[in-house]
């Protein structure tokens, strides 16, 4: 019997048809963000890696509503969406097969309809968006948007019970790991239509979006970027403290998400002129010897 199926096992899905809609979840999962799915079944409990894949699958089809077409057809498409999905939890069965694995990992983890439903709400304010003028401004997008967003999963791997704590410190890596995405998308964002650094720290560097547009590089764009880093690298610092608020069995997976975020922050800094051109990727080496040592955690913790 191989890992996955150990897994679906170990998370009590039998029926044959819910295994199968697993399987597409994780196929899903697979393809855009194998590396999330690679981690999660090597450093988890096996009872756990089905639900964080389906909570995740739920997460990137969301997303991808969001982030896909007209602004108006995504808005309906959002509504749409967010009428099955609560309609469906609400009822407890689902006419789309692909939304059973939420639905039974919601019934194994009462949390999970919590965040699901949270975030379902906090949709518009993605669909919203028209950038930010201000810090302040960027930091009510991360507890309206990023922070519910991330707590679909993060919400699984947290301590049972009482999430204050963990949810605090969740929101602190949430901003750095937002703040490091917007800096290192930059150029796709803006091939988007879309500026995610507020113009607050624009002007304070003397850097405009034309500019910024047209990749124009020099010392205050480099400033700029390096400013932000700043930002991020701190408050990713900050934010190192929901390992410690995380569950021993689900730490191994939350040091290899903080981690990579830190690898993702140095190979930006090599080449700040690079970001308005292309995203920096962590070294592979380094990547995978975070992978490797976490997975040596586990399997230690695991006996």
Not at 13 to 37: N, S, T
Not at 48 to 72: C, K, N, Q, W, Y
Not at 100 to 111: G, T
Request: proline fraction near 6%.
């Amino acid at each position: 019997m191989g890992r996955w199926e150990r897994a679906l096992d170990a998370a009590g899905v039998r029926e044959a048809g819910l295994r199968a809609a697993y399987g597409r979840q994780r196929d899903l999962v697979v393809r855009y963000r194998r590396e999330i799915a690679a981690a999660a079944g090597l450093l988890l409990p096996e009872r756990t890696v089905p639900h964080v894949i389906a909570a995740t699958a739920f997460m990137h089809r969301t997303d991808t509503l969001l982030d896909s077409g007209p602004a108006e057809g995504r808005r309906k498409a959002a509504e749409r969406w967010r009428e099955e999905v609560t309609g469906s939890l609400a009822a407890g069965r689902a006419e789309d097969p692909d939304l059973r694995p939420l639905l039974h990992s919601a019934n194994a983890h009462p949390v999970l309809r919590e965040r699901v439903l949270e975030y379902l709400a906090a949709a518009d304010a993605d669909l919203d968006f028209a950038g930010f003028g201000t810090e302040a401004d960027y930091q009510r997008y991360v507890d309206g948007y990023s922070l519910p967003g991330f707590m679909v999963v993060a919400g699984l791997l947290g301590p049972p019970g009482d999430q204050r704590a963990f949810r605090t410190a969740c929101r602190t890596f949430v901003d750095a790991s937002q703040r490091l995405d917007f800096v290192n998308d930059l150029a796709e964002d803006l091939a988007a239509g879309r500026l995610t650094i507020p113009e607050q720290w624009l002007a304070r560097h003397g850097v405009t979006r034309a500019g910024l547009e047209r990749a124009q590089d020099g010392p205050a764009v480099r400033a700029l970027l390096g400013a932000l880093l700043d930002e991020a690298d701190r408050t990713l610092a900050e934010g190192r403290t929901v390992v410690d608020l995380t569950p021993p069995e689900h730490r191994p997976l939350v040091r290899c998400v903080v981690g990579v975020e830190a690898l993702t922050s140095a190979a930006a800094r090599a080449d700040l002129g690079a970001l308005l051109h292309r995203p920096a990727s962590p070294s592979r080496p380094a990547a995978l010897r975070l992978l490797a040592r976490e997975y040596l955690q586990a399997r230690r913790s695991r006996g």
